[in-house]
């Protein structure tokens, strides 16, 4: 099982920085995967960043060039540096981890930290 808190969350300017942080407990759970989604009011969640278990990483098309994703090398905690926030980056970041456990893949959500891009 795999435990997921996030922190960094609130209130911002357009064009300010953000940095969430997402820490990892586990227990006999391999993670592999570890990235953010967002959901804004009344839209799907969507993928926003994430790095696998090779290092590679993937962006949203909507935040390449200004978020970056980033985790230790322990796979315990990933960050999303959040920079040039726009009104539209407005929504509750979820915290993801994807991996194995007792034979079997499996995912994890962390609770969700609200971002409010406004002046």
């Known amino acids: 099982q795999v435990q997921l808190v996030e922190s960094g969350g609130g209130l911002v300017q357009p064009g300010g920085s953000l940095r969430l942080s997402c820490s990892a407990s586990r227990s006999n759970f391999n993670i592999n995967t570890m990235g953010w989604y967002r959901q804004a009011p009344e839209k799907q969640r969507e993928l926003v960043a994430v790095i696998y278990g090779s290092g590679n990483v993937n962006y949203a098309d909507s935040v390449k060039g200004r978020f970056t994703i980033s985790r230790d090398n322990a796979k315990t905690t990933v960050d999303l540096q959040m920079n040039s926030l726009k009104s539209e980056d407005t929504a509750v970041y979820y915290c993801?981890?994807?991996?194995?456990?007792?034979?079997?893949?499996?995912?994890?959500w962390g609770k969700g930290t609200l971002v409010t891009v406004s002046s």
């Open positions: 993801n981890v994807q991996g194995i456990g007792s034979g079997t893949w499996n995912q994890f």
